[in-house]
């Protein structure tokens, strides 16, 4: 399986310390060899580093882990090749514009007959199930709405009905993010923690490493941390409901909508 | 100025010797201060940095410089803010995705009144004149060809025509790259040089580095470096015509067309 992780909050936040727990699943302690990638926001441009290395042995996973970019918005992904041979054009997340954005796309899961028609205005450049599920909703999204973004409500409605589509395919937890919302669909399985002050000290589940988060936060600050399965021991993570999409902003989740409409194939709830 | 930097190869090369007296450019021997980028493809696949450090103190450019990534097509950039401010979202290169491909853009100069209408199918995320006339690169392109890349004769005559009308509007010196094919429009300065075996052995004009590049390469290699001006002091450096545009293959040049129709607006030939 492979795994997720996302950031979303309200100041830029530096997310060394939970990559390093998640770094560590990437060949050390779970057997996620077939790359990884991670996108940092800063305010509307993207910092994206791609790796066909296992993220514990990567260089480029070093340099992330020990150069602190501050961003309000990160998604991460480990791959444990289902579809799609390992390659740099294979490798989570995903990026493309639309509306003037970047969009950044991360899944975990796979999907049974999907094959809706691709009208060329997104197109995939590897051949993951993946890459073409996030050009289809791209498209689906132009589409319905044009070239001028619809405003978040109208963003949310259409991406839960996209999702009871695509969901109804298979396995699809999936992050997606512009920048400023962060969406997230839980399928089978994803969980969260919202970090705000009295920030505690923490410790990861995957290293021997304990921050007291206290001392590079404010009081202000609000942090959301999702990811596959909890990161840290000492705090309380909620598991998000199966079928259920939700929307982070500033570090705080604004919407949740159901998205299942029945069990989708090959799963058993 | 903004300084270019491109490699096209017919193996797999580094890229480490030409970028180190590259990156000596951004703030060290020049004074391009405002970010660079760089993007190398591996097959299909590409790996971005971007970074509004400037590179000769940045922190992943020593990653890029010590990490050998072999590639058979890079392109590279050197930002000095003209228009759009210094940020992330407006650092090059930039990367869209045509036809099931990533394209990479690079431009040194600055474009007068040159404001086609974008009908949204690309459009910038940050507010350069260069990330602009990209989107509309692409957009005639698509608009042109529709969802089916046309095959390398029909898109070179269809960037020359682009090229002349935007090339009409000021300096448009830049670099498009899919992958295999890199297209380098001179509109004032480039300059390349071609190597092939016998390698000799070069020395950097912005370091002082000397390298045996036959220690590196066979004697079937053959790789193209384009720049913005010569990177090296004991090779032959071809300064390439201004208003021409040139196709690169496999590390040689298998294209060149005129694209110059008058003098362009704030130019003088």
Redesign the interface.
């Known amino acids: 399986m492979c795994q997720l992780l996302a950031m979303n909050c309200n100041t830029p936040t530096d997310i060394c310390f939970s990559f390093t727990g998640f770094q560590a699943r990437g060949g050390l302690t779970d057997s996620h060899n077939d790359g990884w990638g991670i996108a940092f926001f ?11 290395a296992p993220s514990a042995h990567s ?2 996973a070093e ?1 992330v882990r020990s ?1 602190p970019i501050k961003s309000k918005n990160v998604v991460a992904h480990i791959r444990k090749a289902t579809q799609g041979k390992v ?5 989570h997340p995903f ?3 639309l ?4 969009w950044i796309f991360a899944h975990n899961g796979t999907l049974v007959d999907f094959n809706p028609e691709l ?8 051949n993951t199930d993946s890459e073409f599920v996030f050009c289809w909703i791209m498209q689906e999204l ?1 589409k319905q709405f ?3 973004f619809p405003g978040t409500e109208k963003l949310f409605a259409a991406l839960t009905e996209l999702s009871k589509v695509a969901g109804d395919h298979g396995k699809f937890n999936f992050l997606l993010c512009n920048g400023s919302l962060l969406f997230a669909h839980c399928s089978t399985n994803l969980t969260y923690v919202l970090r705000k002050a009295p920030f505690p000290t923490v410790q990861l589940k995957d290293q021997d490493v304990t921050v007291d988060l206290s001392a590079q936060t404010t009081s202000e600050d609000r942090v959301a941390i999702i990811a596959t399965s909890p990161l840290t021991h000492n705090e309380v993570w909620t598991d998000m409901k199966p079928g259920t999409l939700s929307l982070f902003e500033e570090g705080g989740i604004s919407k949740t909508a159901d998205t299942v409409v029945g069990v989708p194939r090959g799963l058993n709830y």
Request: without cysteine.
């Open positions: 800063e305010d509307r441009g993207v910092r994206q580093f791609l790796d066909t260089k480029v340099l150069y390659s740099l054009e294979n490798t990026m493309r514009e509306w003037g954005r970047y009208d060329g205005s997104y197109l995939p450049v590897g132009r044009g070239s001028v």
